[in-house]
């Protein structure tokens, strides 16, 4: 099982990044897909949800409306789309799969938005 991010690195406030977790050796269609965020020092937190069923979404009230959340089951792979990013949204993003009490976890990708 791999689960591996891609597309982090450094934007300016207000700026927009595009991750991806790209995944494989599991059924991905079956597993909701989510991301979570660790900033410096602090637990890991979560940020977004996509359910596999219907692709339902759910997010963090922190990134209500600045972030969005798909998948593309085709490719096995979950996107985030991160728009209007603050200095608050630097951390380590992780990309997570879950099918009841199964857990995957990717090594995470670092954002740093800083001018």
């Known amino acids: 099982v791999q689960l591996v991010e891609s597309g982090g690195g450094l934007v300016q406030p207000g700026g927009s990044l595009r991750l991806s977790c790209a995944a494989s050796?599991?059924?991905?269609?079956?597993?909701?897909m989510s991301w979570y965020l660790q900033a410096p020092g602090k637990e890991r937190e979560f940020v977004a949800v996509?359910?596999?069923?219907?692709?339902?979404?759910n997010y963090a009230d922190s990134v209500k409306g600045r972030f969005t959340i798909s998948r593309d089951n085709a490719k096995n792979t979950v996107y985030l789309q991160m728009n209007s990013l603050k200095p608050e949204d630097t951390a380590v993003y992780y990309c997570?799969?879950?099918?009841?009490?199964?857990?995957?976890w990717g090594q995470g990708t670092q954002v740093t938005v800083s001018s």
């Open positions: 050796g599991f059924t991905f269609s079956s597993y909701a």
């Open positions: 996509i359910r596999s069923a219907g692709g339902s979404t």
């Open positions: 997570n799969a879950q099918l009841l009490l199964t857990f995957y």
